[in-house]
């Protein structure tokens, strides 16, 4: 059996698929100021781009969004609720835009679970390996960016931007040091698709590393 998003029809004139491109990190490494920023840059290159986020980005996913990040929970439960909100997204949102040709920039994806989930509170990755082939096999982002950062200095700066820290923003350095450790290791596994950020620049400094790989997805 094929897998409906891998290919598009619209009644013979093919479409060329839109990129999908997700923006990963721990809390407090700077992705979000830059989202908007790689949005322009993608339009700039003549792309249509819808920006979404995860948890999150339908009007379900944005309720499961405000349960996940405040509600304490069982941690399967929370690990089925990331991926109910994705299978959400996917259906109403990123499939839908890849087919039409539009690209996709998510704030976060399935690394994000492996990364939380999975090496943050400690669920066994092969239980999300599981559901990441139920809920999405076949896909991933053609562009994963991950902002890397020490756990001290993300801390500092998630202390400056953000006055009532959600349920993830609460826990503690070991916690977030695991959730870095997923990502590189991710990153160091799967080199084609994941580019490490080094975050602690300034900046513009960031910006010139992004320009030249945004450039370079948009040819
Ligand atoms: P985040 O993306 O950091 O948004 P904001 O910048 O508004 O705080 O918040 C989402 C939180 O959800 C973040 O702490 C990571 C967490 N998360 C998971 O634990 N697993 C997942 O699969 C996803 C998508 C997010």
Redesign the pocket.
């Known amino acids: 059996m094929g897998v409906p998003w891998t290919g598009s029809s619209d009644g013979g004139a093919a479409k060329v698929r839109g990129k999908f491109i997700t923006l990963e990190g721990v ?1 407090g490494a700077g992705k ?1 100021t830059h989202l908007d920023w790689i949005a322009e840059r993608i339009e700039a290159a003549g792309k249509k781009v819808v920006v979404t ?3 999150g980005g339908t009007p379900l996913g944005e309720e499961l ?1 405000k349960l ?2 405040a509600q304490p929970m069982h941690l399967e439960t ?1 690990t089925l609720l ?1 991926f109910a909100a ?1 299978r959400e997204h996917l259906e109403q949102v990123i499939l839908p835009a890849l087919a039409a040709g539009t690209w996709v920039l998510s ?4 690394d ?2 492996f ?3 999975g090496g ?1 509170r400690g669920l066994d990755l092969a239980r999300i390996e599981i559901l990441e082939n139920w809920v999405h096999k076949g896909l991933q982002p053609d562009l994963t960016l991950v902002f890397d950062l020490t756990v001290e200095e993300a801390k500092r700066r998630r202390q400056l931007a ?1 006055a009532a820290p ?1 349920r ?2 609460q826990e503690d350095l070991d916690f977030f040091g695991r959730v870095r450790s997923v990502y590189q290791a991710r990153a160091a596994r799967y080199p084609q698709r994941m580019r490490l950020i080094e975050a602690s620049r300034a900046i513009p400094e960031i910006r010139q590393s992004l320009e030249e790989i945004v450039a370079s997805i948009c040819q």
């Open positions: 809390d979000s986020r995860e948890p969004r996940l990040l929370e990331m994705r704030d976060r994806f399935t994000a679970t990364a939380y989930q943050g953000t959600d993830f923003e």
